[in-house]
């Protein structure tokens, strides 16, 4: 099993609870669609601040292990990971195997990415 530093795994943690911020942020006001847009904006504004003091240190720390490239690949990889469950268990929308299919094609593009 392969030994991984702090600065390899702490990016992958913040990046993690960044994009749960993040797609309450972008997302999360769907549900409540009656709310007047400015509401929805300035609440998605006040949750990014806290994806941003998650997401600048992880790359800054991640920066020392990983590639900008490599980060943002594992931001991606993520993204989609938190907004299957987010789309699910908080909008209680379906998955499809089209987007099952979607996903995983991203994901083996992010793994060329990781390949030395």
Not at 4 to 10: G, V
Not at 20 to 47: C, D, R
Not at 56 to 80: C, D, F, H, M
Request: charged share 10%; net charge positive.
């Amino acid at each position: 099993m392969p030994s991984f530093s702090p600065a390899a795994l702490w990016p992958i943690l913040l990046l993690s609870l960044s994009n749960i911020f993040m797609t309450f942020a972008w997302y999360g006001h769907l549900k409540y669609k009656t709310s007047a847009l400015w509401i929805a904006i300035v609440a998605s504004w006040g949750i990014a601040f806290f994806e941003y003091c998650l997401a600048v240190p992880a790359n800054r720390i991640g920066a020392e292990v990983y590639s900008a490239a490599q980060l943002k690949t594992i931001q991606e990889v993520i993204t989609l990971i938190v907004f299957s469950g987010f789309s699910v268990f908080f909008l209680k929308e379906s998955l499809t195997i089209n987007h099952a299919i979607g996903f995983a094609l991203i994901a083996a593009g992010a793994a060329f990415v990781f390949r030395g």
